[in-house]
């Protein structure tokens, strides 16, 4: 056989490989679960839990002290059905992002996590500690204008990683990267 028939059939055997490899395995992405809408008093409160398994890719950039910006969103959406059903009108009310940085402080041997808006820090002796108190939503105060009629209200959040944040040189990469797409889908909280 000639060698470019060689090469080509070569070629197309790591590409069948490459594909059946990429479709046996999973996609990770974070995970919203347990979200709650809570009446309290003249007031709503919000409750959830994110499980955020991270890359191989992500931790090693932790551990090599890049900074890691985690996002959190919330909106709320006014709900009107339409043509009997079939369709709906949404109507986005409010909606908030919460960002929260990560690092991993090698001296001190302790991940370092940083509201970003507030700058208040809390430090973990571990990774899966840090992740833990990331995912941990309690009495979150949701706002009190639109919360009055929650019938055709629903109330969503995700969480990901602010790819545009990370170091220039690194972005690029990690845009097409599939190890750093961990953004969870909107889930719609319960409401209690």
């Known amino acids: 056989m000639p060698a470019s028939v060689t090469a080509k059939i070569s070629g197309l055997l ?3 490989l490459m594909l059946s490899f990429m479709s046996s395995t999973q996609a990770i992405t974070f995970e919203v679960s347990a979200a709650n809408i809570t009446k309290i008093g003249n007031g709503h409160v919000l409750d959830a839990s994110i499980r955020y398994p991270l ?3 992500v931790i090693e950039a932790l551990d090599n002290g890049i900074p890691i910006v985690f996002f959190q969103e919330f909106k709320l959406v006014d709900v009107t059905p ?3 059903g079939y369709w709906e009108w949404e109507d986005t009310l409010w909606d908030t992002k919460i960002s929260y940085e990560l690092r991993y402080h090698a001296l001190a041997q302790q ?5 970003t808006a507030t700058g208040k820090e809390r430090f973990f002796p571990s990774l899966e500690g840090t992740l833990h108190a990331l995912g941990t939503i309690q009495n979150l105060t949701l706002p009190p204008k639109h919360m009055t009629d929650n019938k055709q209200l629903v109330f969503e959040l995700r969480s990901g990683i602010d790819l545009y944040q990370l170091p220039t040189p ?4 990690a845009i097409v990267s599939s190890k750093w797409h961990l953004t969870s889908p909107w889930t719609p909280a319960q409401w209690h």
């Open 111 to 115: 991940y370092v996590l940083q509201d």
């Open 170 to 173: 690194m972005r690029p990469g």
């Open 82 to 84: 339409l043509l009997a």
């Open 14 to 16: 790591v590409l069948v």
């Open 55 to 57: 890359t191989p890719r």
